[in-house]
Nanobody
């Protein structure tokens, strides 16, 4: 299914770790980008990380660089977001998105398919 579906959210303590997964079947497309965004209550949707269709190129927001890692397993049609050193400010609904232009984009409206989101809550 082209529509991404996230899993793996939950509750973590500050300093802890969580891994999110996003599954989407995109084998019919020759090039695409997968990305993670997040949205906290009362705030706009924020770019977190993105990865090329091959998995060879990644990009991160400054707020998560060095703490979060995006990766993908093409055989499993799955993208992962490993989140370490979590902070209470990381609390948000996390969304997986697919962009079909093939280029790296950081604005939500530039992505074509979105998952329903998964809640991540980090306690202090």
């Amino acid at each position: 299914q082209v529509q991404p579906v996230e899993s793996g959210g939950g509750l973590a303590q500050a300093g802890g770790s969580l891994t999110l997964s996003c599954r989407a079947s995109l084998r019919t497309f020759s090039t695409y980008v997968m990305a993670w965004f997040r949205q906290a209550p009362g705030k706009e949707r924020e770019f977190i990380a993105q990865i090329s269709w091959s998995g060879g190129t990644t990009d991160y927001a400054d707020s998560v660089k060095g703490r979060f890692t995006i990766s993908k397993n093409n055989a499993k049609d799955t993208v992962y977001l490993q989140m370490n050193s979590l902070k209470p400010d990381d609390t948000a609904v996390y969304f997986c998105a697919t962009g079909l232009t093939g280029g790296f984009e950081e604005l939500a409206h530039q992505y074509d398919y979105w998952g329903p989101g998964t809640q991540v809550t980090v306690s202090s």
